[in-house]
T-cell receptor, first 111, second 114 residues
């Protein structure tokens, strides 16, 4: 499975914008970049995904490098509810895809 | 977003007993998944299921594990017999399509095997 690299932890302050980086140097051309987040004792929550173009939704903005070897999840005006472990996952084009979770980035948000 | 439900939320059983974990997937989804997460560890894929068949399973999906979705009802994970190392949180997920489609997760069933 293609691998991603994320910092173990990051900290932000309420109301700020936080940039969560993800490196995927060996990404294949047909692999999507998915972001999920998980808070303790809950199931993972879908955040966003993209292939080549930057994407945005109500939860986050995903910036994908032009060579696709890295991406950044951008959360604006973070709140305490955004504190979670954020997972950057590559989803292969094979049928019946499975998500391969790593350690992710533990984002803490302070008041 | 779409909701996946799991029943029960917690289950405590004695080693060697059988347990069935139930998942109510998103109503129009066709692909179903189970993942296992031991406390403090990464979540790991167990199995995926489509059209009444297991399509792929991991090494964690032991012979004591089985899945089914009889007549479009709950998608179930059965463990028979259970072992101590089966204690974990089991998450169900579903997606509308197969490859590269968004999977939506349930809240998990916390299984404790004594």
């Amino acid at each position: 499975d293609a691998k991603t690299t994320q910092p173990d932890s990051m900290e932000s302050t309420e109301g700020e914008t936080v940039h969560l980086p993800c490196s995927h140097a060996t990404i294949s051309g047909n692999e999507y970049i998915y972001w999920y987040r998980q808070v303790p004792l809950q199931g993972p929550e879908y955040v966003t995904h993209g292939l080549q173009q930057n994407t945005t939704n109500s939860m986050a903005f995903l910036a994908i490098a032009s060579d696709r070897k890295s991406s950044t999840l951008i959360l604006t005006h973070v709140s305490l509810r955004d504190a979670a472990v954020y997972h950057c996952i590559l989803l292969t084009s094979s049928s019946f895809s499975k998500l391969v979770f790593g350690q992710g980035t533990s984002l803490s948000v302070v008041p | 977003g779409p909701k996946v439900l799991q029943i029960p939320s917690h289950q405590i059983i004695d080693m060697g007993q059988m347990v069935t974990l139930n998942c109510d997937p998103v109503s129009n989804h066709l692909y179903f998944y189970w993942y296992k997460q031991i406390l403090g560890q990464q979540m790991e894929f167990l199995v995926n299921f489509y059209n009444g068949k297991v399509m792929e399973k991991s090494k964690l999906f032991k012979d004591q594990f089985s899945v089914e979705r009889p007549d479009g009802s709950y998608f179930t994970l059965k463990i028979q017999p259970t072992a101590l190392e089966d204690s974990a949180v089991y998450f169900c997920a579903s997606s509308l399509k197969d490859c590269q489609d968004t999977q939506y997760f349930g809240p998990g069933t916390r299984l404790l095997v004594l």
